[in-house]
């Protein structure tokens, strides 16, 4: 599976939109982006998944570039329950099962 | 059914003794995967599950870590001898085969060893 890279850190405003990055250059055609959310102490949450095409759920949208090396999560209107890590992972629904997890990106919504 | 569900949530054991997790996934989902987590870095992969049948293991599992799914349902992973390096979350999820449908991850156990 290819590797992704996310910034370590960021923060948002509450009520404002939170555009989380992802760069995945390795990324090949088979592989789709996916985006994980881990609040502390619960498990990860699956928050939405693409191919080529944008995508739009009632948790987030996500938009993936023409050339598919990078993508941004877009939580639309961020609450303070949307602090948490964000994972950006791609992964080979054909083949290697597992979902390798980086560091991701801790977001901090601000009051 | 509610999601994947784990046992204990949290474990405090002393170094040297024997500990068990179970984890029972959401019940159509064939596939069943164990993570550990320890704190400020992303899961790691154990070791995954299709059905019965243990597909792949991680280097990361010891020969003191065993895991099983007896009936294709619930699974158990057994940590021997435990370590204080072994204090984590230990996360199961569980998924379908076909598509690219996501996981579905539980709440964890938090083990503790003193």
């Known amino acids: 599976d290819a590797k992704t890279t996310q910034p370590p850190s960021m923060d948002c405003a509450e009520g404002r939109a939170a555009n989380l990055p992802c760069n995945h250059s390795t990324i090949s055609g088979n592989e789709y982006v996916y985006w994980y959310r881990q609040i502390h102490s619960q498990g990860p949450q699956y928050i939405i998944h693409g191919l080529k095409n944008n995508e739009t759920n009632e948790m987030a949208s996500l938009i993936i570039t023409e050339d598919r090396k990078s993508s941004t999560l877009i939580l639309p209107h961020a609450t303070l329950r949307d602090t948490a890590v964000y994972y950006c992972?791609?992964?080979?629904?054909?083949?290697?099962?597992?979902?390798?997890f980086g560091q991701g990106t801790r977001l901090t919504i601000n009051p | 059914d509610t999601g994947v569900s784990q046992d204990p949530r949290h474990k405090i054991t002393k170094r040297g003794q024997n500990v068990t997790f179970r984890c029972d996934p959401i019940s159509e989902h064939n596939r069943l995967y164990w993570y550990r987590q320890t704190l400020g870095q992303g899961p790691e992969f154990l070791t995954y599950f299709q059905n019965e049948a243990q597909l792949e293991k991680s280097r990361l599992l010891s020969d003191r870590f065993s895991a099983e799914r007896p009936k294709g349902s619930f699974s158990t992973l057994e940590i021997q001898r435990t370590e204080q390096g072994d204090s984590a979350m230990y996360l199961c999820a569980s998924s379908l085969v076909t598509g690219s449908y996501g996981y579905t991850f539980g709440s964890g156990t938090r083990l503790t060893v003193v």
């Open positions: 992972i791609v992964r080979n629904s054909q083949g290697a099962q597992k979902l390798v």
